[in-house]
């Protein structure tokens, strides 16, 4: 198998990020992460879909902690009807 090396232009401090990346996740290497990522695509074994993920502050994480286990306890959920039963309780009324 004929070996090619593949460049890709980008800026030094990408580059520390995304090694320091690579081996938090267990890879030896930059460039094995990349040759893994790539043989799966070309394999169809991987469909790539970047989502960005959103850190919370810390109050707004124990805000959505305690939210979520209201809902889950079922406390402080409401519900409505129609739309003008819900408007009222957006509204206060």
């Known amino acids: 198998m004929q070996k090619v090396t593949?460049?890709?232009?980008m800026n030094?401090?990408?580059k520390i990020d995304a090694e320091k990346a690579a081996l938090e996740q267990g890879f030896s290497s930059l460039q094995e992460l990349v040759r893994v990522?790539?043989?799966k695509v070309a394999q169809n074994k991987i469909e790539v879909n970047l989502e960005e993920v959103v850190k919370l502050s810390p109050?707004?994480?124990k805000r959505y902690l305690k939210a979520t286990k209201d809902f889950e306890e079922g406390k402080n959920i409401y519900s409505a009807s129609s739309?003008?039963?819900l408007m009222k309780q957006l509204n206060g009324n």
């Open 6 to 9: 593949l460049q890709v232009p």
């Open 12 to 14: 030094q401090q990408l």
């Open 37 to 39: 990522i790539l043989s």
């Open 59 to 61: 109050k707004a994480e």
């Open 83 to 85: 739309v003008k039963e």
